[in-house]
């Protein structure tokens, strides 16, 4: 059997990215061709599996017609864009060019020219060019470079991870501050009302405590940091709060049963309250708008 022209050049390509890669790094050919050319296993620089790994395309030329730093990538399958744009695992796309030896690199996901890659899938045509920028040119000191990508990528997801942990306790939170707020604002009219509503405020913050709780074990659980002790102490000074204006609430707290009888200081539960409800929405705000903890702990497990 006898290779094609297209073939023995593409062998070149891998052959040259195999070389130039750092030499602890792990290069794994797949055992069938399935739109990827290898994967490659990121070794630390104490020779341990750091963990890190990413997936490599590579295309070869003679000559890659270069113009203002970019050239087009022409020909890409749209099983290619499919398979490519549904993986988890960051997928970087080499260009060799034979005649300068030398190798240009993007991260697929940022070869959409700021387009959907979904607008190439509705496309009509079975294949499309992409532009791809030159400037990115593998040298030793790109691999250091291109760690820090891959590190990057996994540190979104693992946060993306945790803010999704936090969706249903997010809700439970908003449910108990809607309960309260409506219990403030709206008087009620009867005593079975008054009772009730009573009874709500209890519920809602014995909910609300019991939600904390969970947030301060969720992390203190899987990780050690110092968002777990700050929110262990928002729950201690919450609780501390409501035991101004219910009585027996620490007793209360230990029932899973609603309470029928609940002895509230109205006056103090109406001026404490709004204050509370912010203090919670300001730590709804850091829980939504931080990078996350996970990222900190990935980054220094990985480094």
Known sequence: MKLNAGQSTGRLGERWFQYVLPKEWIFQQPNVDVGIDGRVIIID????????????????????????????????????IKYWSSRLIPILLILYDEKHDTGYYNWISETWENRDPLDYIRSQSKTISIPINTKNIISKQSWDLIKADVLNYYRRIATSYEKLNFIPHINKLITCIWYLQQIITIEPQTDDEKLQDKINICISYRNLLDILNKIYEQYSYLYESDFSERVKKFHDSIKVDVEMFIRDFSEIIKSENSPKIVLINMEIFKEKTPL?????????????????IMEHLFTNDME
């Not at 341990?48 to 490599?56: A, C, I, K, P």
């Not at 017609?65 to 022409?74: S, V």
């Not at 509370?276 to 931080?290: D, S």
């Open 45 to 80: 620089s104490n020779k341990h599996l750091s963990g890190l790994e990413f997936d490599v395309q590579i295309k070869t030329s003679k000559e890659w017609l270069i113009n203002n730093n970019f050239t087009k990538l022409e020909g890409i399958k749209l099983s290619s």
């Open 276 to 292: 509370l409800i912010l203090k919670v929405l300001n730590l709804l705000m850091e829980i939504t708008k931080r990078e996350g």
